[in-house]
């Protein structure tokens, strides 16, 4: 059973909570989230007596003097939790859920990407509670939605109208969870209250780390191996249990840190090395499978690697829209993987988007030259390193706008320089709109 499971706190007293802010506040997050769930059910019974009469009251009236239903404002129907994966935000709706005695209904918006699929998915759930509920008086449920923000592309166009529409019917509190800010969800943002979740204290993430360990009887796993897993993993909490497991399942406690620093070196030097093999050196595609069979790199790390770094090696439009037809399948069935947990495609996946990226080159000889590598904007969070002045700037651009800081970073602050150089004017327009000191202006200059 993976650690993950067996390890998941049943109850948010075994839990060590991360801290959170509320609208810029910090505030205690079982409380916060026990009593949003608490208040749901208060005032959709008192909505629901309401709209009893309301119907009965439109059943014996002309439609001139019938009323409109009573819709529960948005905010109080539903959450968001927003923050790094692996902090836990799962685990607490679940600790949540145990604690009131209520049972979860999860669903994945990353694996469900169309109005139609979403509406199949959750609508009988959201909108009714059925029959047999009454009947048996079964327990009161929490609808979980995971990665609300891995909804994306053209078919998901009516997937947010439905989750708004959803959250005005719904019969039971819904909890968004989230990695990061998303714009093309600004329209449930602007909805409900987002509460910010910070990642887990390195002292609290080896307080769980050793007590897992003694229950596994694990004596062995020294300071350093432990050291080496966190820094890895970036704070990741369920990714560091799964490591530690896999560790120490597969080495039968003979633990030797020099081949755990082998099996996690995940640099970026030898990731800049793989990324210019399989654009300048592979012609085939068991090259292409060589190459990737010897490396450690995790393969959906390196498949963001590879689709950011395509334009810097492909030039023209056809050698593009190929490589990109590719990793569009290869991210189809990675979908399916997850899905399914069918890990035998896992070869396929990596045929895809490897090996069919490094086939589509229209001459076949190996590429010359320097060309620029880019870190993958989706996982830059992870290696953002800020000057002081770049910090400042950053949070005063946070002040005023909605925005991640790799969104800041890689996106805003470029377009906000060539602003500022364009005119004395807007660059005084810009100074006194963000209330720049001289160290912030002159990263403009």
């Known amino acids: 059973m993976p650690w993950v499971e067996k390890y998941r706190p049943k109850s948010l007293s075994e839990m060590a909570l991360p801290t959170a802010k509320l609208k810029g506040h910090k505030i205690d997050l079982a409380q916060t989230l026990r009593d949003f769930v608490i208040e749901f059910f208060k005032e959709r019974e008192k909505i629901n007596v309401q709209n009893k009469e309301i119907r009965i009251h439109n059943k014996n009236s002309t439609k ?8 529960m404002l948005p905010e109080k129907a539903a959450i968001l939790l927003e923050g790094p994966p692996g902090v836990g935000k799962t685990s607490i709706v679940y600790a949540l859920a145990n604690d009131l005695k209520m049972d979860v209904i999860e669903t994945n918006a990353s694996d469900i990407r169309t109005k139609q699929a979403l509406e199949d998915k959750l609508n009988e759930t959201i909108k009714s509670r059925g029959i047999m509920d009454f009947i048996l ?8 939605i995971d990665e609300i923000d891995g909804i994306y592309g053209v078919s998901d166009k009516g997937a947010v109208p439905t989750i708004v529409r959803l959250i005005e019917t719904t019969q039971f509190p819904i ?9 093309s969800l600004q329209p449930i943002y602007n909805l409900i209250n987002k509460i910010e979740v910070n990642p887990l204290s390195h002292e609290e993430i080896i307080k769980i780390i050793k007590r897992i360990l003694k229950k596994e009887n694990i004596t062995n796993l020294n300071e350093k191996i432990i050291e080496l897993i966190i820094q890895k993993n970036h704070g990741d909490l369920r990714s560091i249990i799964n490591d530690i497991q ?3 399942q597969g080495l039968d406690n003979n633990f030797d840190v020099d081949l755990i620093e082998q099996l996690h070196r995940d640099s970026t030097e030898d990731i800049f090395s ?3 093999d399989l654009f300048q050196k592979v012609t085939s595609l068991r090259e292409a499978r060589e190459l990737t069979n010897k490396s450690d790199v995790d393969y959906n790390f390196l498949y963001k690697w590879v689709n950011e770094n395509l334009p810097s090696f492909y030039k023209s439009n056809e050698e593009l829209a190929k490589a990109y037809e590719y990793l569009s399948i290869a991210d189809e069935i990675y979908g399916r993987i997850r899905k399914t947990q069918f890990w035998s495609l896992l070869s396929y996946f990596y045929d895809l988007f490897a090996g069919g990226v490094s086939l589509v080159k229209k001459y076949k000889k190996p590429r010359g030259g320097f060309y620029p590598i880019k870190f993958p904007r989706f996982t830059a969070t992870t290696i953002l390193r800020l000057s002081s002045n ?5 949070n005063k651009i ?3 706008y909605e925005l991640s800081e790799v969104e800041i970073v890689q996106e805003f602050i470029p377009f906000l320089r060539i602003l500022y150089r364009s005119s004395r004017k807007m660059a005084k327009e810009i100074i006194d709109f963000f209330e720049l000191e001289a160290n912030e202006k002159n990263l403009l200059k």
């Open 246 to 248: 896999g560790i120490c």
């Open 137 to 144: 008086n079964t327990r009161k449920k929490i609808i979980l």
């Open 274 to 276: 793989l990324i210019r």
């Open 398 to 400: 946070k002040e005023k």
């Open 175 to 183: 909890i968004m969870c989230a990695n990061e800010y998303k714009q």
């Open 64 to 71: 001139s003097k019938q009323k409109n239903e009573i819709k």
């Open 390 to 394: 770049e910090a400042s700037l950053v």
